[in-house]
């Protein structure tokens, strides 16, 4: 199991395949990779991303123990970025592996769900006007409630 919380840009395609190295006995990977959007209403100049050292990776390591137990899974990965992020940058992702592909791909999700709505972080958007704390949405709590 991988967890890291970190400033440094990852790169998806390395990172998918390290994880895929390191699978034994399964027959499924799933992948999912987060990254900086623009705004709908404003170009963004960049996001900013806050968070607890210690208490966000322990948070994670508890999302991640319960989604490997749930479902059986092989192994999981998530790495999630924090600090200064621009469009186009991966801010996250999740990796997940079971022997069987549905296994994978709900668990894959589980986490990204409670990774969205659980995980103490904290985001900012910034655009050229204005600054605003990213607030939870309806939207990500419903998702939570299918778990």
Known sequence: MKISVQTEHFDIGAETNAFIKLQNGVGAVVTFSGIVRELDDSPMTFMEIEHYPGMTEKAIRGIVNNAVKR???????????????????????????????????????????????RAPFWKKEVTQKHASWVAAKDRDEDALRRW
């Open 71 to 117: 479902w059986s899974l092989g192994d999981a990965c998530v790495i999630h970025r924090y600090g200064r992020l621009y469009v186009r940058e991966p801010i996250m992702m999740v990796a997940t592996s079971a022997p069987h592909r549905l296994d994978a791909f709900e668990a894959a999700e589980f986490l990204m769900d409670y990774l969205k709505s």
